[in-house]
């Protein structure tokens, strides 16, 4: 499946998990929410939260063995995993939130917010692939 086609498909099936959600449970698919809240004892409706965790690492560990791995990179320090792991959930805590639940279910919303927050999301990942790649000469 060419690249086009394969980040339709991944568009529809985020949107569509995202209104299924929203629709039938009346949730909004906010994932860094879901997983904070599935980690957290004794709250209400933590059920469904660690299914829904669960389902998306079941989803990634089939897509690992069943599909090519023509995209995956490896090589890098893990001191820069860690690193950018740490900054992502520091900006999530920031910015009230991730770009599942801003960008997928804020926009749709219409949320200002979310309009706001997606933009910075946008405007710091393009400052970052600059340096990345023109001031610290990392391969692309």
Known sequence: MNAWLSGLAGGVLIGGASTLLLLLNGRIAGISGIAFGAAERGLPGRGWRI???????????LAFHVLPHGGIREGFPRAWLVAAGLLVGIGTAMGSGCTSGHGVCGLARFSRRSLVAVAVFMATAFATVYVVRHVLGSAP
């Open 51 to 61: 299914a829904f965790v669960l389902g998306l690492l079941s989803a990634g560990a």
